[in-house]
Protein backbone atom coordinates (compact mmCIF):
# COMPACT_ATOMS: atom_id res chain seq x y z
CA UNK A 1 0.00 0.00 0.00
CA UNK A 2 1.57 3.20 -0.75
CA UNK A 3 -0.16 6.73 0.00
CA UNK A 4 1.12 10.06 -1.01
CA UNK A 5 -0.07 13.24 1.25
CA UNK A 6 0.05 16.49 -0.74
CA UNK A 7 -0.52 19.53 1.19
CA UNK A 8 0.80 22.92 1.94
CA UNK A 9 3.61 24.23 4.11
CA UNK A 10 2.38 24.55 7.53
CA UNK A 11 -0.93 22.02 7.00
CA UNK A 12 0.79 19.15 8.88
CA UNK A 13 1.52 16.45 5.77
CA UNK A 14 4.20 15.56 7.42
CA UNK A 15 2.35 14.61 10.26
CA UNK A 16 -0.87 13.12 8.79
CA UNK A 17 2.07 10.42 6.55
CA UNK A 18 3.67 9.88 10.21
CA UNK A 19 -0.19 9.13 12.28
CA UNK A 20 -1.04 6.90 9.16
CA UNK A 21 2.57 5.03 9.22
CA UNK A 22 2.48 4.90 13.39
CA UNK A 23 -1.39 3.81 12.99
CA UNK A 24 -0.05 0.69 10.65
CA UNK A 25 2.79 0.25 13.22
CA UNK A 26 0.45 -0.21 15.70
CA UNK A 27 -1.48 -2.89 13.64
CA UNK A 28 1.69 -4.87 13.42
CA UNK A 29 2.33 -3.71 9.80
CA UNK A 30 5.54 -3.07 8.23
CA UNK A 31 5.51 0.88 7.31
CA UNK A 32 7.96 3.39 6.26
CA UNK A 33 6.94 7.05 5.86
CA UNK A 34 9.02 10.64 4.51
CA UNK A 35 8.16 13.83 3.53
CA UNK A 36 9.55 16.14 1.20
CA UNK A 37 10.04 19.57 1.34
CA UNK A 38 13.42 20.73 0.88
CA UNK A 39 14.09 24.44 2.32
CA UNK A 40 10.47 25.70 1.35
CA UNK A 41 8.31 28.30 2.69
CA UNK A 42 5.03 28.22 4.63
CA UNK A 43 2.32 27.67 1.72
CA UNK A 44 4.64 26.02 -0.50
CA UNK A 45 3.42 22.76 -1.88
CA UNK A 46 4.75 19.92 -0.02
CA UNK A 47 4.17 15.93 -0.28
CA UNK A 48 4.66 13.11 1.96
CA UNK A 49 5.10 9.46 1.54
CA UNK A 50 3.56 6.34 3.62
CA UNK A 51 4.49 2.70 2.82
CA UNK A 52 2.96 -0.04 4.36
CA UNK A 53 3.36 -3.59 3.91
CA UNK A 54 3.34 -7.14 5.60
CA UNK A 55 6.75 -7.54 4.61
CA UNK A 56 10.46 -5.40 4.72
CA UNK A 57 9.82 -2.33 2.52
CA UNK A 58 12.64 -2.15 0.67
CA UNK A 59 11.68 0.71 -1.71
CA UNK A 60 12.72 4.44 -0.97
CA UNK A 61 12.15 7.87 -2.26
CA UNK A 62 9.30 9.23 -3.80
CA UNK A 63 5.85 7.55 -4.44
CA UNK A 64 5.10 7.60 -8.16
CA UNK A 65 2.15 5.71 -8.26
CA UNK A 66 0.08 5.82 -5.48
CA UNK A 67 -2.82 3.79 -4.29
CA UNK A 68 -3.98 6.63 -2.06
CA UNK A 69 -3.65 10.49 -2.77
CA UNK A 70 -4.71 13.07 0.20
CA UNK A 71 -4.98 16.23 -0.73
CA UNK A 72 -4.86 18.61 1.68
CA UNK A 73 -6.45 21.32 -0.04
CA UNK A 74 -8.18 21.76 -3.23
CA UNK A 75 -6.26 24.88 -4.52
CA UNK A 76 -3.24 22.76 -4.88
CA UNK A 77 -5.09 20.51 -7.81
CA UNK A 78 -4.49 22.36 -10.38
CA UNK A 79 -1.15 23.66 -8.60
CA UNK A 80 1.88 22.82 -11.27
CA UNK A 81 4.25 22.17 -8.91
CA UNK A 82 2.31 20.06 -6.87
CA UNK A 83 0.66 18.30 -9.13
CA UNK A 84 -1.10 15.71 -6.89
CA UNK A 85 -2.63 13.75 -9.65
CA UNK A 86 0.26 12.86 -10.83
CA UNK A 87 1.21 8.50 -11.41
CA UNK A 88 -2.71 8.24 -10.64
CA UNK A 89 -4.51 5.10 -12.45
CA UNK A 90 -7.99 3.53 -12.15
CA UNK A 91 -7.24 2.25 -9.23
CA UNK A 92 -5.89 5.23 -6.87
CA UNK A 93 -8.60 6.63 -4.35
CA UNK A 94 -8.13 10.00 -4.11
CA UNK A 95 -9.27 11.83 -0.93
CA UNK A 96 -9.11 15.75 -1.20
CA UNK A 97 -10.52 18.15 1.57
CA UNK A 98 -12.75 20.25 0.06
CA UNK A 99 -16.41 21.91 0.33
CA UNK A 100 -17.10 20.56 -3.27
CA UNK A 101 -18.76 17.13 -3.06
CA UNK A 102 -16.81 14.01 -5.25
CA UNK A 103 -19.39 13.80 -8.00
CA UNK A 104 -18.62 17.42 -9.04
CA UNK A 105 -14.45 17.08 -8.75
CA UNK A 106 -15.04 13.17 -10.36
CA UNK A 107 -16.25 15.28 -13.53
CA UNK A 108 -14.23 18.46 -13.60
CA UNK A 109 -10.77 16.56 -12.69
CA UNK A 110 -11.38 13.14 -15.30
CA UNK A 111 -10.03 10.71 -12.78
CA UNK A 112 -11.00 7.68 -13.72
CA UNK A 113 -10.57 6.11 -10.27
CA UNK A 114 -12.65 6.84 -7.02
CA UNK A 115 -12.54 10.27 -5.65
CA UNK A 116 -14.06 10.91 -1.76
CA UNK A 117 -14.04 14.40 -0.74
CA UNK A 118 -15.47 16.09 2.64
CA UNK A 119 -14.65 19.24 4.49
CA UNK A 120 -12.33 18.60 6.86
CA UNK A 121 -11.45 22.45 7.33
CA UNK A 122 -14.72 23.08 8.75
CA UNK A 123 -14.59 20.13 10.45
CA UNK A 124 -11.40 20.94 11.72
CA UNK A 125 -12.56 25.00 12.84
CA UNK A 126 -15.26 23.24 14.47
CA UNK A 127 -13.55 20.91 16.82
CA UNK A 128 -10.16 22.97 17.75
CA UNK A 129 -11.30 26.13 16.97
CA UNK A 130 -7.84 26.70 14.95
CA UNK A 131 -6.84 25.33 11.43
CA UNK A 132 -3.76 23.27 13.63
CA UNK A 133 -5.31 19.49 13.77
CA UNK A 134 -5.56 19.01 9.47
CA UNK A 135 -2.92 16.75 9.80
CA UNK A 136 -4.69 14.44 12.70
CA UNK A 137 -8.31 14.67 10.63
CA UNK A 138 -6.44 13.84 7.07
CA UNK A 139 -3.97 10.94 9.19
CA UNK A 140 -7.00 9.61 10.37
CA UNK A 141 -9.15 9.52 7.80
CA UNK A 142 -5.98 8.08 5.25
CA UNK A 143 -5.57 5.61 8.33
CA UNK A 144 -9.75 4.57 8.02
CA UNK A 145 -9.49 4.23 4.16
CA UNK A 146 -6.62 1.97 4.50
CA UNK A 147 -8.71 -0.35 6.49
CA UNK A 148 -7.19 0.04 9.95
CA UNK A 149 -9.01 -0.04 12.95
CA UNK A 150 -10.36 3.06 15.56
CA UNK A 151 -7.85 1.70 18.56
CA UNK A 152 -4.85 1.59 16.05
CA UNK A 153 -5.75 5.48 14.35
CA UNK A 154 -6.05 6.79 18.14
CA UNK A 155 -2.56 5.30 18.84
CA UNK A 156 -1.27 6.29 15.77
CA UNK A 157 -2.26 9.87 16.94
CA UNK A 158 -1.26 9.47 20.30
CA UNK A 159 1.76 8.02 19.49
CA UNK A 160 2.26 11.58 17.13
CA UNK A 161 0.97 13.93 19.39
CA UNK A 162 3.10 12.79 22.14
CA UNK A 163 6.14 14.98 20.56
CA UNK A 164 4.13 18.23 20.20
CA UNK A 165 3.54 20.17 23.45
CA UNK A 166 -0.07 20.22 23.32
CA UNK A 167 -3.11 21.41 26.65
CA UNK A 168 -4.70 18.61 27.81
CA UNK A 169 -7.45 20.27 25.95
CA UNK A 170 -5.89 20.66 22.79
CA UNK A 171 -5.00 17.11 23.04
CA UNK A 172 -8.43 15.62 23.70
CA UNK A 173 -10.17 18.19 20.58
CA UNK A 174 -7.26 16.14 18.50
CA UNK A 175 -8.91 13.10 19.74
CA UNK A 176 -12.54 14.20 19.20
CA UNK A 177 -11.66 15.07 16.13
CA UNK A 178 -9.78 12.13 15.20
CA UNK A 179 -12.82 10.26 15.99
CA UNK A 180 -15.17 12.32 13.83
CA UNK A 181 -12.45 12.05 11.12
CA UNK A 182 -12.63 8.32 11.61
CA UNK A 183 -16.13 7.69 11.47
CA UNK A 184 -16.49 10.03 8.16
CA UNK A 185 -13.62 8.30 6.00
CA UNK A 186 -14.88 5.09 7.50
CA UNK A 187 -18.55 4.98 5.86
CA UNK A 188 -16.94 5.84 2.42
CA UNK A 189 -14.65 1.67 2.86
CA UNK A 190 -18.31 -0.06 1.81
CA UNK A 191 -16.69 -0.02 -2.04
CA UNK A 192 -16.63 -2.89 -3.81
CA UNK A 193 -12.67 -3.05 -3.98
CA UNK A 194 -11.68 -1.56 -0.33
CA UNK A 195 -7.94 -0.67 0.08
CA UNK A 196 -6.53 -2.71 2.25
CA UNK A 197 -3.07 -1.94 4.13
CA UNK A 198 -1.46 -4.96 4.54
CA UNK A 199 -1.41 -6.18 0.48
CA UNK A 200 2.23 -6.71 -0.18
CA UNK A 201 3.77 -3.42 -2.62
CA UNK A 202 4.01 -4.33 -5.70
CA UNK A 203 6.32 -3.60 -8.38
CA UNK A 204 5.94 0.18 -9.04
CA UNK A 205 6.64 2.10 -12.33
CA UNK A 206 10.11 3.92 -11.95
CA UNK A 207 9.70 7.18 -9.99
CA UNK A 208 9.03 10.45 -11.22
CA UNK A 209 9.66 13.55 -10.77
CA UNK A 210 6.90 14.98 -8.30
CA UNK A 211 7.86 18.81 -9.19
CA UNK A 212 7.69 20.12 -12.46
CA UNK A 213 10.92 20.16 -13.71
CA UNK A 214 12.71 23.58 -13.76
CA UNK A 215 12.18 25.19 -17.33
CA UNK A 216 15.61 25.37 -19.60
CA UNK A 217 17.45 27.71 -18.73
CA UNK A 218 16.66 28.11 -15.26
CA UNK A 219 19.01 29.78 -13.06
CA UNK A 220 20.06 26.58 -11.15
CA UNK A 221 22.94 27.62 -8.17
CA UNK A 222 23.17 31.42 -9.08
CA UNK A 223 22.87 33.62 -5.86
CA UNK A 224 20.13 35.58 -5.38
CA UNK A 225 21.18 39.33 -4.37
CA UNK A 226 18.25 41.53 -2.41
CA UNK A 227 17.90 44.93 -3.66
CA UNK A 228 16.70 47.36 -0.90
CA UNK A 229 14.32 50.16 -1.63
CA UNK A 230 14.16 53.72 -0.37
CA UNK A 231 12.05 53.49 3.40
CA UNK A 232 8.65 53.99 2.35
CA UNK A 233 9.60 50.46 0.23
CA UNK A 234 11.41 49.41 3.12
CA UNK A 235 10.60 45.72 2.59
CA UNK A 236 13.77 43.54 0.36
CA UNK A 237 12.61 43.02 -3.33
CA UNK A 238 13.68 39.39 -4.58
CA UNK A 239 14.82 41.17 -8.04
CA UNK A 240 16.51 38.23 -9.56
CA UNK A 241 15.81 34.21 -10.13
CA UNK A 242 12.54 32.92 -11.12
CA UNK A 243 10.83 34.93 -8.87
CA UNK A 244 9.18 37.65 -10.97
CA UNK A 245 7.71 34.87 -13.04
CA UNK A 246 6.53 32.89 -10.07
CA UNK A 247 2.79 33.62 -8.75
CA UNK A 248 2.85 32.53 -5.27
CA UNK A 249 -1.09 33.81 -4.88
CA UNK A 250 -1.79 30.45 -6.39
CA UNK A 251 -0.28 29.02 -2.87
CA UNK A 252 -2.77 31.28 -1.37
CA UNK A 253 -5.97 29.07 0.70
CA UNK A 254 -7.20 31.95 2.77
CA UNK A 255 -7.02 35.96 1.55
CA UNK A 256 -6.09 38.96 3.74
CA UNK A 257 -9.00 41.27 3.32
CA UNK A 258 -8.38 44.77 4.25
CA UNK A 259 -10.98 46.94 6.51
CA UNK A 260 -9.59 49.91 5.68
CA UNK A 261 -11.62 51.58 8.58
CA UNK A 262 -10.01 49.61 11.19
CA UNK A 263 -6.81 50.06 9.72
CA UNK A 264 -4.37 53.12 11.39
CA UNK A 265 -1.33 52.96 8.81
CA UNK A 266 1.13 51.38 11.42
CA UNK A 267 2.86 49.61 8.65
CA UNK A 268 3.53 46.26 10.74
CA UNK A 269 1.80 44.28 8.05
CA UNK A 270 3.70 46.22 5.48
CA UNK A 271 7.06 45.38 6.90
CA UNK A 272 6.56 41.79 8.01
CA UNK A 273 4.87 40.01 4.79
CA UNK A 274 7.48 37.37 4.24
CA UNK A 275 6.66 37.96 0.66
CA UNK A 276 6.44 41.76 0.10
CA UNK A 277 3.35 41.47 -1.19
CA UNK A 278 2.07 44.73 0.74
CA UNK A 279 3.01 48.15 -1.19
CA UNK A 280 1.73 51.20 0.03
CA UNK A 281 -1.35 53.12 -1.43
CA UNK A 282 -1.44 56.60 -2.25
CA UNK A 283 -2.50 57.89 1.62
CA UNK A 284 0.28 54.85 2.87
CA UNK A 285 -2.24 52.83 3.98
CA UNK A 286 -1.48 48.31 2.53
CA UNK A 287 -2.18 47.92 -0.40
CA UNK A 288 -1.95 43.78 -1.29
CA UNK A 289 -0.59 41.91 -4.45
CA UNK A 290 -3.17 38.92 -4.48
CA UNK A 291 -1.25 37.69 -7.28
CA UNK A 292 2.45 37.43 -4.52
CA UNK A 293 0.42 37.00 -1.50
CA UNK A 294 0.74 33.55 -0.77
CA UNK A 295 -1.68 33.41 2.16
CA UNK A 296 0.23 32.93 5.36
CA UNK A 297 -1.79 35.40 7.38
CA UNK A 298 1.23 36.68 9.10
CA UNK A 299 -0.46 40.23 8.47
CA UNK A 300 -4.03 38.69 9.72
CA UNK A 301 -2.29 37.26 12.94
CA UNK A 302 0.10 40.75 13.76
CA UNK A 303 -2.37 43.28 13.08
CA UNK A 304 -2.93 45.28 16.12
CA UNK A 305 -5.97 46.48 15.38
CA UNK A 306 -7.66 43.26 13.82
CA UNK A 307 -7.81 44.92 9.99
CA UNK A 308 -8.15 42.29 8.11
CA UNK A 309 -11.01 39.67 7.53
CA UNK A 310 -10.11 36.14 5.69
CA UNK A 311 -12.14 34.39 3.24
CA UNK A 312 -11.25 30.65 2.23
CA UNK A 313 -9.79 30.86 -1.71
CA UNK A 314 -12.24 28.29 -3.87
CA UNK A 315 -10.29 27.13 -7.19
S1 LIG B 1 -0.13 39.79 2.40
FE1 LIG B 1 -0.41 38.77 4.37
S2 LIG B 1 -1.11 36.71 3.84
FE2 LIG B 1 -0.26 37.62 1.99
S3 LIG B 1 1.83 36.91 1.96
FE3 LIG B 1 1.85 38.90 2.95
S4 LIG B 1 1.67 38.47 5.16
FE4 LIG B 1 1.12 36.59 4.05
S1 LIG C 1 -0.92 46.06 10.59
FE1 LIG C 1 -3.11 46.47 10.58
S2 LIG C 1 -3.31 48.57 11.30
FE2 LIG C 1 -1.17 48.29 10.72
S3 LIG C 1 -1.09 48.96 8.56
FE3 LIG C 1 -1.46 46.76 8.52
S4 LIG C 1 -3.68 46.57 8.42
FE4 LIG C 1 -3.24 48.65 9.06
Known amino acids: MRVRFHGRGGQGMKTASRILGSAAFHAGLVVQDSPVYGAERRGAPVAAFTRIAKAAIRERGLIAAPDLIV ?67 LGVAAAALVGLSLEESLAGVAEELAHATLSRAAYEANERLAQEAYALADAWRAVPEPLDASLALAAEAAPTALLAAAPAGAPGTQ ?15 ICVANTPERSTGSWRQFRPLLQRDLCNACWTCFVLCPEGAIALDEHEFPLIDYEVCKGCLVCVHECPTHAFATEKEVR
Open 71 to 137: VADETLLFEPTAMPLAGCSARTVVLINTATDAAALQERLAHLGRIESADFTSLVFSITHTLVGLSTA
Open 223 to 237: LVELRFEPPARATPT
